[in-house]
């Protein structure tokens, strides 16, 4: 049963959605969308054919994270309160334009009208007009904050009706998630993100599957190898559309690349620390390594067509399984001479360390885009499409894009701001953590942890200081035997420092084949969703006598 039939059976169950749907999709002109005129538009509820959002994205369980044990709760907004009128359903669903723009979440009403021009992910949030926005903020979970639940109570204007109440939780869109692995650090459990501890970072150079981080936006696609397709568009004068099953696929020429996978966001929690940031609090960890097999992106192009003297100002889309919030595939793209360069290898894979992929990592069909973060390695490929224009999505416009540290949610301007497409040289300590004590061993303690750098550069040297910075010793590597340029595997390290103190403070930081090394501090790098974090990595370790 595919997700979009699952969720309309979903739907029919509920008692009291037809008039309150939280997101609308388009099927087939039954229902439709009519806010594309920025000045002008709403949503038609007079539609025979309608889904609960919920079924799309379900509840985000914000693991709490245990840095600290002195932590506060996060402010929790949407309580029912007794000092504010009360709406039903029907009457918050016809303030639904950009002169009165109300929205629910869980028993509160919210009047947003003045917040619309500031809203960082543009018109997004028309989807919710007149309707709870749960559903989104289940899978954009960078909303919750104490920061943004405040700014949404300075909105509140009354308490939702009892009986139009609705449980965002519905558990059956996730009752076909994969296993996993206990020992996953989880950060959200629906949809799922979790990062692999950094003392079994580097116990492997190939991280085993299991223990491979994972990061998904939306619930995992049931999808099947047997009859899974893959359609390659090509846009032009004349359009070219071909599709090729899995076993046409193999007939291409093999191959196998060993590369890092690192999310944009590894080491969110740190930069965190100058000022808040939105995004998921990933540590160390949202970054394994692994050997993948597949058939070049390159060649399946050039088979279908593709002239690769005509790249300038063309993208390659690539279209997942997947479906978000408001109904949409995820997308996401990359300029189309990345895709053809000669030294390209950028993989269409199905395989992982000499498996087929598993359901977390995009069975039966991924792409592989070495370097780049790996929000360009879209996951359950259903669709690659040549195009004179970038993926429209979401996750393409209006995230994983570069802006400087002065830069605030209000004057972000993410169409102008250049998209990520590679990632700059970084490195962390695994063994020991952060807080540990450790035992040294004939006056030395054994520090381990990784490197990597985009692009296909190198890690030549990574540096270790116990004091502060004032002198470096450098670390032995264990790294992939593929040349610069094309190296995209990260960088194991380790050495032995010296104890001559009841407490260590240990900092590192990496040297790539471009000779660009990390910066030392957080200031000067920061941003507003807290990616490229690649300062010197820094900890504290007490020493046993």
Known sequence: MSLKTGLLKSLLRQSKVPNYAPIVLQYHGYYKHEHR??????????????????????????????????????????????????????EVSKHDNKKSFWVTYKHGVYDVTSFLPSHPGGEQIYNAAGLSIEPFWNVYGMHKTDEVYRLLESYRIGNLHDDDVVDHSNDELWAKEPYRDKRLLVKTAKPFNAEIPPKLQVQHFDTPNELFYVRQHMPVP?????????????????????????????????????????????????????????????????????????????????????????????????????????????????????????????????????????????????????????????????????????????????????????????????????????????????????????????????????????????????????????????ARLQSDGAAPRTHYAWTLWSISLPVDAKQMEIWVKATDSNFNTQPENFDDIWNIRGILSNAYHKIKVNIKP
């Open 37 to 90: 005129d920025k000045e002008k538009w709403k949503i038609n509820r007079n539609a025979a054919f309608a889904l609960v959002g919920t079924v799309l994205s379900g509840s985000a369980v914000n693991v709490k994270q245990k840095e600290s044990k002195d932590a506060k709760e996060v402010f929790e907004a949407g309580a029912k309160r007794q000092d504010l009128p009360t709406f039903t359903a029907e």
């Open 222 to 474: 049931d999808l099947d190898a047997k009859t899974h397709k893959l359609k390659v568009v090509l846009v032009g004068k004349t359009t070219t559309v071909r599709e090729f099953s899995l076993d046409e696929l193999h007939k291409f020429r093999p191959a196998t690349l060993n590369a890092a996978l690192m999310c944009a966001g590894n080491r969110r929690s740190e930069m965190n620390k100058v000022k808040p940031v939105k995004g998921l609090s990933w540590t160390t960890g949202a970054i394994s390594n692994a050997q993948w097999s597949g058939v070049y992106l390159r060649d399946v192009l050039i088979h279908c067509g593709l002239d690769v003297n005509d790249v300038a100002g063309k993208h390659v889309v690539f279209t997942g399984s997947d479906i978000d919030a408001t109904g949409v595939n995820f997308s996401t793209s990359i300029p189309l001479h990345m895709a053809v360069d000669p030294n390209s290898q950028i993989l269409l894979a199905t395989s992982m360390n000499g498996a087929p992929l598993p359901p977390d990592h995009g069975y039966p069909l991924r792409v592989v885009v070495p370097g780049a973060p790996a929000v360009r390695s879209v996951k359950w490929l259903q669709s690659i499409t040549i195009s004179t224009e970038e993926s429209p999505s979401h996750w393409h416009q209006r995230d994983y894009r570069s802006f400087n540290a002065s830069t605030t949610w209000e004057t972000a301007d993410f169409p102008s701001a250049p998209p990520v497409y590679s990632l700059p040289v970084t490195s962390a300590i695994c063994d020991p953590v952060d807080g540990d004590t450790v035992t040294p061993r004939k006056g030395q303690v054994e520090v381990k942890g990784y490197a990597y750098s985009g692009g296909g550069a190198k890690i030549l040297r990574v540096d270790v200081s116990a004091d502060r910075g004032r002198t470096w010793r450098e």
